[in-house]
């Protein structure tokens, strides 16, 4: 009888709870999300009342919703990656390296993912910047701004501690606040084929264009350790403790034939590895005996590096040049030196460039006129002295342009509901008054 009672109540709660469910509506995916492509799975249906869960499902992963649970904000639901259309951080830096590999910055830069949030979220605003300011992280704030990618690292030296008393910390600090990350390419921009520099001296029109400080390929420095063994036993034994040195493994080797001497063995390992291997070699008469060590190059990149030089199709004049400039850089006034015997009608064939403070880069080049940002009193004076014109736009003027070619090259690879946005508020703190 108790058994009966017990069945009979279980049996009008479930008809109760039936009841009650059906005048309510299923949430529609438009509310969860606000693209009806968002979710690709949802139950037309109640699910039954005990024991189930309803599922959003998609590529990545699995969102359970608690039934009859309230929906405290959709916002919530679609605030996440896992809605199609929308892209995590990693993944905007995997483009960026792809457009840019950060191996092609200098050594002495400090290129890359400068400041990381500490909670995930989608990025939906990039801003684009030649340089962090604090009239740009305003402007940074005001737009909700996810991923802020300066031109200049704004972090460049170590520092120990951040503190409101230096300008470039305060702004850090209020950039892990709003949880946006950083990101600077800096020198990797310059470097790459199509990038800033390819595009500064793409201003005077076309020409033969070569790289004045060739890039080299990103892999760390290797060296090649030649010795000899005696035995396929000994050789087992060495092969066995360079690998160990090694982490495990050896990018390459090559093991010729042996003759009256013994085994030849050719070894090629990381530059971390060498001090360890050998010490490994040495521990072996033979290898010890006959060890020699070579330190391999890296790999010229073409078409990757600092700085341009542009014979020119269509030569022009240094007036011309400096008009063809000016609206290049979209500038009012540029700072010229005339080289040593020439006038503003004098032919320029050859040209030059390198964005920033290129004096390093352009110093003993034979070319008709330099273009850079910036250079000192007496590297003009020797620029001058060699018989070449200079051309200077000041720091960031030589680069800050490139910006909206890189905006164009960005957007093509990343959804459409990622508004990237080139800077109203950057602009170079020199004019001429």
């Known amino acids: 009888m108790l058994t009966g009672r017990r069945n009979l109540t279980w049996t009008f709660l479930l008809l109760a709870h039936r009841r009650l469910s059906a005048g309510r509506s299923l949430i529609s995916p438009s509310a969860l999300c606000s693209s009806a492509s968002t979710v690709s799975s949802i139950p037309t249906s109640l699910p039954p009342p005990l024991h189930s ?55 002495w830069d400090n290129v890359g993912l400068l400041v990381e949030p500490s909670k995930r979220r989608p990025v939906k605003t990039i801003l684009l910047t030649n340089d962090l300011t604090d009239a740009v992280m305003e402007e940074a704030e005001t737009m909700s701004c996810d991923l802020l990618i300066s031109y200049h690292p704004p972090l460049f030296r170590p520092i120990k501690r951040l503190v409101q008393k230096d300008w470039k910390q305060q702004l850090v600090v209020r950039a892990v606040e709003a949880g946006m990350a950083i990101f600077s390419p800096h020198t990797s921009w310059d470097s790459v084929k199509g990038g800033v520099n390819d595009w500064l001296v793409g201003g005077l029109g076309s020409g033969q264009v070569s790289v004045l400080s060739q890039g080299l390929g990103g892999a760390p420095h290797s060296h090649k350790l030649e ?10 034994t060495v092969m066995e403790e360079l690998k160990a040195c090694d982490g495990g493994t050896i990018q390459q080797h090559s093991i010729n034939r042996p003759d009256n001497d013994g085994i030849h063995v050719s070894v090629t390992c990381s530059d971390s590895a060498l001090t360890l291997s050998v010490h490994a070699l040495l521990k072996h008469t033979a290898p010890s005996q006959s060890l020699s060590i070579v330190k391999l190059e890296k790999p010229p990149l073409p078409g990757h590096g600092q700085g341009r030089l542009s014979v020119l199709d269509q030569p022009l004049t240094v007036a011309t040049a400096i008009q063809k400039m000016k ?8 700072r010229l030196a005339l080289g040593l015997g020439l006038t503003l009608e004098s032919s320029v064939c050859t040209v030059a460039v390198c964005a920033g403070s290129g004096a390093s880069v352009l110093s003993g080049v034979k070319a008709d006129l330099y273009i850079t940002g910036e250079m000192s009193h007496h590297e003009v004076l020797d620029a001058v002295a060699q018989g070449s014109s200079v051309l200077l736009s000041d720091h960031s003027n030589s680069e800050r342009g490139f910006l909206t070619s890189f905006r164009e090259r960005l957007a093509v690879r990343i959804p459409d509901s990622v508004a990237v946005v080139v800077s109203k508020a950057d602009r170079d703190p020199l004019e001429v008054v």
């Open 227 to 236: 010795f000899m063994v005696r035995s396929t036993e000994e050789l087992n």
């Open 327 to 334: 609206s290049h850089l979209g500038l009012n006034h540029l």
């Open 53 to 107: 869960r309803s599922f959003l499902t998609n590529q990545q992963t699995s969102v359970p919703l608690r039934p009859f649970a309230h929906l405290s904000s959709t916002r919530s639901l679609c605030h996440s990656t896992h809605c199609p259309g929308l892209m995590e951080l990693k993944e905007v830096l995997q483009v960026l390296e792809q457009l840019a590999p950060l191996s092609l910055a200098e050594s």
